[in-house]
């Protein structure tokens, strides 16, 4: 699904990303780990092409989303429009009742069907994530890429998001999540790297560990 040879990304004289070597399996899901500025959200973006590498090379043939951590949603749109927006841009010839139909299901699987006429200043920051989530989905994506999915959010929201990821990963879709939350990602990911200095210092699978956080802590 994804490979990863040599990647590498200076910001000015700074090594973000120094020879990243991955190789991720379909209908996976990998947690990146580490401390700030260590490379997490660097490697997704370029995942995403958001950046460009100095070095090395991704290939990824299956489509991609990306959940940004501040969920960039279109202050002046509904959470309809804000979902629908996108597809229709890049494929006018669908009939926009179709994106409208997508958007509505969506919202109904994530649980804020009734706040489709919402705009995101009346969301609260779980139901924003929500729409962000059903945004990067109506694209329709084989791997998503999610920054810092919990930021901010008290361990009632986390425990939702874990059950929504989980659902959209029964959906055939793999994830590459970055996050600070430790226990979070033991929970959802088979694989968590730990990314610190541009460097990948541990690749663990956290289900095969009696202590995989303790593992983990060690690298900080």
Known sequence: MLSIHNASKHFGTHAVLKNINLQMNTNSIIGLAGPSGGGKSTLLRSIQQLEVLDSGDITCPEKTGFMFQDFQLFPHMTVLSNLSYA????????DPMLHQKRSLDLLEILGIKEKADYFP??????????????????MQPKLLLCDEPTSGLDISSIRDVIGLLNNIHAMGVSMIIASHDLNFLTELA??????????????IEPKKLINPIKNLQSYY
């Open 190 to 203: 088979d694989r968590i790297l730990l990314l610190k200095d541009g460097l990948i210092l541990a690749d």
């Open 121 to 138: 200043h009346q969301l609260s920051g779980g139901q924003k994530q929500r729409v962000a989530l059903a945004r990067c989905l109506m």
């Open 87 to 94: 597809p229709t841009v890049g494929n006018k010839a669908i």
